[in-house]
């Protein structure tokens, strides 16, 4: 389960940002999760309330969005979304596509206290 190794991760850049702005609490992490990044958010979010505990995050809520896959296509310029895992240009079919979004993790907000 390598969430678990991403909430370290996670908590160290809390930790960071925190003493940077001079915060003692983090009350919410907000990150954004790419549906192509093998990130599974019900284990990402039970590992961060499983060890937060004694860490700066203590009382946070962490708050998980999706990013969708987006595409462009090299052989018509499509550009979007694609709604399934089925690597096919929704314009004409074609399988050249370049993923431009998706396949990441961003820490996207942090409230401090």
Do not use: W
Request: aromatic fraction near 6%; include cysteine.
């Amino acid at each position: 389960m390598h969430e678990l190794a991403i909430v370290q991760d996670l908590f160290k850049l809390c930790e960071t940002n925190a003493m940077k702005n001079n915060a003692t609490n983090i009350t919410r992490v907000e990150i954004q999760v790419g549906r192509l990044s093998g990130v599974e958010p019900h284990y990402l979010e039970s590992a961060f309330d499983a060890f937060k505990q004694g860490t700066i995050c203590n009382d946070a809520k962490l708050i998980i969005n999706t990013q969708d896959i987006v595409v462009k296509c090299d052989e018509c310029g499509f550009e979007g979304v694609l709604m399934e895992n089925n690597f096919l240009c929704p314009t004409c079919g074609s399988n050249n596509l370049q993923v431009t979004a998706g396949e990441d993790l961003f820490l996207m907000r942090l409230e401090m206290e």
